[in-house]
Nanobody, 128 residues
Framework: QSQVAESGGGLVQPGGSLRLSCAASGFPLGYYAIGWFRQAPGKEREEVACINEIGGRAVYAASVRGRFNITKDDAKNTGYLEMNSLKPEDTAVYYC?????????????????????WGQGTLVTVSS
């Protein structure tokens, strides 16, 4: 069974840092792209960052560019989102998704079959 599980969320002060992890099981992460999404209360879910399957291309939302860094360690079957200089507006539930349709860092043909595995989410709260 293909699954991913996020961890690493929590409460952090403005200006602080957190590293989120996305542990995959049941499939080799090295074949797939990863996307990190977030959803704040009362807002739509947004794509924060993605990295393609070989780790050679990463795309960030303008609101986090220069502060967040997405990576993947295929040997550990785990993806990461390092978040620095956190702001209160970064407060949200963060979700990891492996190979969902519509990632900004990937472009597949019409016949591509997406794996699309989502985690349960981890809460990040940025507050003093």
């Amino acid at each position: 069974q293909s699954q991913v599980a996020e961890s690493g969320g929590g409460l952090v002060q403005p200006g602080g840092s957190l590293r989120l992890s996305c542990a995959a099981s049941g499939f080799p992460l090295g074949y797939y792209a990863i996307g990190w999404f977030r959803q704040a209360p009362g807002k739509e879910r947004e794509e924060v960052a993605c990295i393609n399957e070989i780790g050679g291309r990463a795309v960030y939302a303008a609101s986090v560019r220069g502060r967040f860094n997405i990576t993947k360690d295929d040997a550990k079957n785990t993806g990461y989102l390092e978040m620095n200089s956190l702001k209160p507006e970064d407060t949200a539930v963060y979700y990891c998704a492996v190979d969902p349709p519509g990632l900004k860092c990937t472009h597949y043909g019409a016949g591509y079959r997406y794996l699309e595995v989502w985690g349960q989410g981890t809460l990040v709260t940025v507050s003093s």
